[in-house]
């Protein structure tokens, strides 16, 4: 049995999305190199008839990588690939052990964030073409990024906005020495092709773990300037989420807290970035 302080880690990290949406992704260029007919692994296995058909989870020390096994065979991508991270990523195995350790009649399909973000950064981000196409899109992000949109207000909402959102992109001007556009209408217009070229070339510089844990936080928090941030670790995973979900605290602070709805949200985020922000940890 994994340890129980590291199987209540793992859970703050569980995602809601489905296993075919987490390692597949929702745009068509996120499918990585999978083939017409995807290979029999464990993970599709899993995906196909949403049962438990292993007994034993363990990790595997082996060539200089820990690999994650069900029944002592290795657990391989959906394309194939064994899903194996670096020994200095011990704690990212462990997560991904834990999170099929956790499986017990059924399959939970949304409970396998670390492996479907492993999985990514594996099958794709060390092909050029899909990497090329990664940034694209994620640049487009930048064009619409969500903390470069400020609001009057209500002056709760202003003040959050400010307080989370401020320091975040006089960090990212400073540090890559770019312009960011920031409005407080609804009216913007795209940011500076100067400032893309030089996001770009930084991203080019990324690793595989670097590039998943940017795609995942970009999409989750809709800002690509936290989610390099992130990765850059000027910022946690939870004040990450905090300046996502500004707008919500807002509504909160005002009308309260709607069950099933503000709070599945604060923890489906926490997931997400979670996620990224451990797959980028080396210990």
Request: charged share 25%.
């Amino acid at each position: 049995m994994i340890p129980t302080l590291l199987a209540q880690h793992s859970l703050r990290a569980v995602s809601r999305k489905p296993v075919s949406h987490a390692l597949h992704c929702a745009p068509r260029w996120c499918r990585g190199l999978a083939s017409e007919v995807p290979p029999v692994t464990a993970t599709n296995r899993a995906e196909t008839s949403k049962k438990r058909f292993w007994k034993e989870v363990g990790i595997e020390s082996k060539d200089g990588v820990l690999s994650v096994t069900l029944d002592k065979r290795s657990l391989k991508t959906p394309d194939g690939n064994k899903l194996a991270v670096p020994q200095e990523k011990r704690l990212l195995a462990t997560l991904i052990a834990n999170e099929w350790d956790n499986q017990i009649l059924l399959l939970k399909q949304h409970a396998l964030p670390m492996t479907s973000i492993t999985a990514r950064a594996i099958d794709a981000m060390d092909n050029e073409e899909t990497r090329k196409e990664v940034r694209a899109a994620l640049l487009k992000y930048f064009d619409t990024d969500t903390i470069c949109f400020f609001s009057d207000h209500p002056p709760a909402l202003a003040e959050l906005q400010a307080e989370h959102w401020n320091p975040v992109i006089a960090w990212a001007r400073e540090k890559f020495g770019i312009e960011i556009r920031t409005t407080n209408t609804i009216m913007f217009e795209p940011q500076p092709a100067e400032s893309k070229v030089v996001l770009d070339e930084v991203m080019q510089t990324f690793d595989r773990w670097q590039m998943a844990a940017l795609e995942r936080a970009t999409y989750t928090t809709k800002s690509f300037l936290l989610a390099m941030a992130l990765v850059h670790k000027q910022i946690t995973a939870e004040q990450a989420a905090v300046a996502a979900q500004v707008e919500v605290s807002s509504q909160i602070q005002k009308w309260g807290e709607v069950e099933d709805s503000h709070d599945v949200d604060y923890h489906d985020v926490r997931r997400h970035v979670g996620s990224a922000a451990i797959v980028l940890a080396d210990i």
